[in-house]
Every structure is written in C-alpha cells, then in structure tokens.
C-alpha cells in the first residue's frame, strides 16, 4: 500500500510538472502575442486602413508612373528635368488629401521607419499589414496602368519598373545599391526629421509638412536621376512597392538586381533610426 501510494504521489507530481510546463510556455506565447499585437489583426479600424493604403498606393502609382512617362516622351529639351517637379505635385496632392484622414504611407519604407520610431501604434502587426495592402495597391496600380498604355510603351518603358541595367547599358548592383542606400537616407533625412518632430509638425501645420515630404521626395529622385548619366537606369525606386508591381507583371529585365530595391533602403531606414537617436533636442 505504501508503494502504490508513493507511486501514486510521483504521477501526480509528473502531472503538476506537465500542466506548469504547458502553462509556462502558453504564457510566453500569450506574452509574445501581445507584444506583437496580435489582436489587431481582429480590428476593423486597421483593415479600414490598410484598405486605404491599398487604394491610395494603386492610384499614385497610375498617376506617378504615367505622368513620368508623358515627360520623358514629351519634347522638352531635358525631359528627366521635368520630373522632379511633377514627382513634388503628384505627392504633395496625394499627401494633402489623404494623410489628414490616415497615416498615408503608400510606401513600405515609411511604414517600417515608423514602426522603428514607435510613431505607428501597436507597431509589428500593423506595420505588415500596411506594408501587404502597399504591395498589393502596386500591383493593382500597374495592372490599370498595362491596361491603357500602349504595348509599345510598355516593352519601351518596362511598364515603368524600376530597371538597373536595361540593354547591358546601366549601372553596376553595387552602384544601384549604393544610391538606394543614399537617396533613401536622405529622402529620410530631409523629411522625417521633421514629421517624427511633433513640435515643428504643430508649428508647421500640415500643408507646409505634405510640402515637406513631396520636396523631400522630388530632391531625391533628381540626384538618383543625373547622378549617374546612364539613359538605362531608371533612377532609385525609393519605394520598393513601385519596384514590386511591375516585376511581377512584366518579370523579365526588371528581376535583375531586384533586391536592391528592397536592401539599399531597408538598410537605410535602420541606420537613420540610428543616427536619428543622436541628433540634439530642439532649443537644447
């Protein structure tokens, strides 16, 4: 009898370990889960969101990719000079109508640097689930802009993709690379600086902070643009959304060297986090 009981009293010992473990490590996956925000994958507000980063990344990407062309079939002079501008309207109506109502996004870049500076609520979640609704906005974008463009235009344009080395007349991977990495940092430099300032955003107001960006934006593709004088190289995508929707419906040249798009200002985003954290505090 005193046998079974001590035999009984260690099965029971064996169960308790068991149920704590399973408790233990349940708990860290609650834990993680949390940390993660997890739940908001159930929120309607941030699938309204998303949707709007849909649309809204769709449509710039038609306005922004068809205009771009206009100006390079144009017959002005130096028609990569018209660019700048037109990628400064473009952004800074888009930004004036939408970003009052949303984050306003439209590219996985701001998504992921604000997701770093904790500007984005619940960060992990839902800084994937707008990057997915940027990637799939390009993806429709490019799908209307084949529908209407010419098949000409499209073989002549790659359908507006973002090419490295078209026709063996391009640039290296590591010099596309490298004005990724450069124009991305700056593109940050110049605006975020200013929008992550919470003081100067209230002081500016938020036509003078969609001027901030659009300018921002248009600086850094007319140095991605001259810098190089290569006719085949289209310049930094600076958003790897734009770079996604066509290669994957044109595939082709617009695979070579893809993932510079995505590593040059990835990279980027990381190194301004940390360079952002030593910059001085206002009136400090």
């Known amino acids: 009898m005193d046998i079974d009981l001590s035999l009984n009293g260690h099965e029971g010992d064996s169960d308790f370990s068991r149920s704590c473990k399973k408790v233990g490590q349940n708990s860290i996956w609650t834990a993680f889960l949390a940390s993660i925000s997890a739940h908001e994958i159930n929120s309607s507000e941030l699938w309204r969101a998303a949707v709007t980063e849909t649309v809204t990344t769709a449509f710039l990407m038609f306005t922004l990719v068809v205009s771009i062309v ?14 700048p501008g037109v990628v400064f309207l473009i952004a800074f109506f888009f930004l004036l109508a939408i ?7 439209v590219n996985p870049l701001i998504s992921f640097i604000a997701a770093l ?7 992990c979640v839902r800084a994937c689930v ?8 390009s993806i429709i974008g490019f799908l209307l802009i084949k529908s209407v463009m010419s098949p000409d235009a499209v073989a002549k344009y790659s359908l507006g993709g973002c090419r490295i080395n078209a026709n063996g007349d391009g640039i290296s991977l590591g010099t596309a690379l490298m004005l990724e990495f450069v124009c991305t940092f700056l593109f940050l430099l110049l605006a975020m600086t200013v929008v992550f300032d919470s003081k100067r955003h209230k002081e500016l107001g938020m036509p003078m902070i969609c001027a901030v960006i659009a300018a921002s934006r248009a600086i850094a593709v007319y140095v991605s643009i ?23 419906l044109q595939h082709g040249e ?25 910059l001085p505090k206002p009136g400090g």
């Open 117 to 123: 500076k904790g500007v984005i609520p619940r960060a």
């Open 99 to 105: 970003l009052p109502l949303s984050s306003c996004h």
């Open 254 to 278: 617009l695979w070579y060297g893809h993932w510079v798009f995505w590593l040059g200002p990835f990279f980027a985003c990381i190194l301004y986090h940390g360079f952002s954290a030593t």
């Open 130 to 137: 707008y990057m997915l609704g940027q990637c799939v906005g």
């Open 70 to 83: 206009s100006c390079t079939e144009s017959h002005h002079p130096d028609p990569q000079l018209l660019i």
């Open 226 to 248: 001259v810098v190089t004088g290569k006719p085949c190289y289209a310049g930094a995508g600076l958003n790897p959304a734009r770079c996604l929707g066509p290669a994957l």
